[in-house]
């Protein structure tokens, strides 16, 4: 069934704070499109520790850029953590993905922060003809 799947600097702006997400890239660092989150063993080993680890999280898009109408889920999650450096849960996500990326050789996480000044720069996709516009 699809699903509309929020990008992660609507989220930010939602929130009216930083966030953080996983995002999963190629050995390059390039995001791949066709990446099959369903099916990949790194995904479901961070979801696991997640899980765990009593951390919520929900699937988001990438950084949302102008003139895109739709893009393809490829297993981003937003971590409902806040950047905090002295935050306890912070600190353990920012220890376990910090090992696991020395593991990993491909298709590993990788966690990035957004800030919130940062995700209004696209506050005008907020806006209910935004996307009227981009289909006419």
């Given at each position: 069934m699809p699903q509309l799947?929020?990008?992660?600097?609507k989220i930010s702006r939602e929130k009216k704070i930083d966030v953080l997400f996983l995002s999963f890239f190629d050995e390059d660092e390039n995001i791949d499109y066709n990446f099959n989150w369903e099916e990949s063993?790194?995904?479901?080993?961070?979801?696991?520790?997640?899980d765990e680890n009593n951390i919520e999280y929900?699937?988001?898009?990438?950084?949302?850029?102008?003139?895109l109408i739709d893009l393809r889920y490829i297993g981003n999650l937003y971590l409902d953590v806040p950047f905090d450096l002295n935050n306890n849960i912070y600190k353990k996500i920012d220890k376990?993905?910090?090992?696991?990326?020395?593991?990993?050789?491909?298709?590993r996480p990788i966690f990035f922060y957004v800030p919130y000044d940062y995700a209004m720069k696209n506050s005008h996709h907020d806006d209910d003809e935004y996307f009227n516009k981009l289909i006419d």
């Open positions: 799947i929020k990008p992660i600097d063993n790194v995904r479901k080993k961070v979801i696991k520790w997640l929900y699937p988001c898009q990438i950084f949302w850029q102008d003139g376990y993905f910090e090992n696991l990326d020395n593991i990993l050789k491909r298709k």
